[in-house]
């Protein structure tokens, strides 16, 4: 039993210590992340913008078009089945629409708009999506050489509700972990909301059967359009990076719902380009930093729920020998896994050091993360802890039915 307990405390130890050094090392290189790299040959003329649409709210795709068509670029706009009033605003704008009668999915009317592509560079985004002035002139400007691909910032518009605080959350947990990869070279993932490629990477790629019937056990997959360019730019051996000087808005869900359903999509694409990742080599290409991210940030739920089945078991056995019908305090045992034999000192201390580098840690990290949350940080934390509470059950039901195929919604 005494084995037992100690291999318990040695794996618990190892789960909180890699935790820590996960937050640890993102705090610090979010923080010392930097990009003056950057050319200036290029201009919004060399870029058209690309955006499929399919029954998206017309007021928000009119805000988008609106600040589309300000950045000084061609763009072109897809509707998947969708026509009126779509084409209206976009041809008011001065875009070119095209519109595809049998809707076929996002990933079939991204490759209808390659047809319109003529420039070096193509920004691809969603019908949802609110640039800032100013966007498509800066992300074109990190086009130096070795980078394959540029994104934004993602930030939520806030509708002021819930759903609104933690999906921003969300989103500033991300970029710390983003920025940290920055300063390490390449992030894994460029957000499909909103990405720029360069064409003679991306146009033969989208067009090809390996992105428009991408396939997950021999079944043709609607999932993961943005991961596929961000991966064929990687195995490529070109770089993702981003511009934080550009914060694009992006509108939420309405309701947790929905959140919660959106997070499920996700979180199946996600799983499959985990598998990807390790299939292509590509976890492997871009050094050991690279490489503990990918696993870590996926593996992190998992990490969890080992280290609530570690701290269980012991007390799960010691109450069989025990039995305490106080039920609180078998809950505390579980918890801080309390005195439960006579080395209970020792390990209560050993454990109460655990707790406290995992408390410091993970402190830390929301602190960093409330720092970069504008305006009404509580609320934000408050919701945001719901978000993430959603985002850590998706993601591990997620792992366990990828395959299943979602339909493709604009949000």
Not at 13 to 33: A, D, E, H, P
Not at 68 to 81: H, I, L, M, R, T
Not at 193 to 202: A, F, H, K, Q
């Amino acid at each position: 039993m005494h084995l037992l307990y100690l291999s318990v405390f040695l794996g618990i130890g190892v789960l909180t210590l890699t935790t820590f050094t996960y937050y640890i090392i993102n705090i610090m290189g979010s923080k010392r992340f930097s990009r003056e790299n950057t050319r200036s040959d290029l201009s919004p003329s060399d870029v058209t913008i690309c955006i499929p649409v399919y029954k998206e709210d017309p007021e928000i795709f009119e805000e988008c078009i609106n600040s589309v068509s300000a950045q000084g670029s061609k763009f072109v706009v897809v509707g998947d089945s969708s026509l009126e009033p779509y084409k209206t605003i976009v041809e008011a704008q001065g875009g070119i629409f095209v519109h595809k009668p049998v809707r076929e999915g996002q990933k079939k009317a991204i490759g209808k708009s390659m047809e319109y592509v003529d420039t070096p560079y193509i920004l691809i985004m969603d019908s949802d999506t609110i640039l800032p002035e100013g966007a498509v002139s800066s992300m074109v400007s990190h086009f130096v050489e070795g980078v394959g691909g540029v994104g934004p910032n993602i930030g939520i518009k806030n509708t002021g509700t819930p759903v609104a605080y933690g999906a921003e959350f969300v989103e500033r947990t991300r970029e710390i972990v983003y920025r940290s990869m920055s300063a390490h070279g390449s992030v894994m993932h460029l957000d499909g909301p909103c990405v720029m490629y360069r064409t003679d990477l991306i146009k033969p790629f989208i067009t090809s059967d390996d992105f428009l019937n991408f396939k997950v056990f021999g079944k043709t997959t609607q999932l993961g359009e943005d991961w596929l360019m961000a991966l064929h730019a990687l195995t490529s051996d070109l770089k993702l990076v981003k511009d934080y000087n550009v914060r694009v808005e992006i509108y939420p869900q309405k309701t947790f719902k929905k959140f919660f359903r959106q997070s499920l999509r996700w979180s199946r694409s996600e799983w499959v380009r985990f598998g990807m990742e390790f299939k292509t080599g590509n976890a492997f290409k871009h050094g050991r930093f690279y490489t503990f991210e990918l696993v870590y940030t996926y593996m992190m739920p998992f990490i969890a729920i080992a280290a609530l089945f570690l701290r269980t078991l012991p007390v799960l056995l010691f109450q069989l020998h025990h039995p305490d019908p106080n039920l609180f305090a078998f809950i505390g045992k579980v918890t801080f896994l309390g005195n439960i034999d006579h080395f209970g000192s020792i390990r209560g201390l050993f454990d109460s050091l655990l707790f406290g580098i995992n408390f410091t840690g993970s402190g830390i990290f929301v602190l960093t993360v409330a720092g970069k949350i504008n305006g009404e940080r509580l609320k934000t934390l408050g919701y945001g802890a719901v978000a993430m509470g959603l985002l850590f059950v998706t993601t591990v039901y997620g792992a366990f039915t990828f395959w299943k195929e979602p339909k493709w919604g604009t949000r």
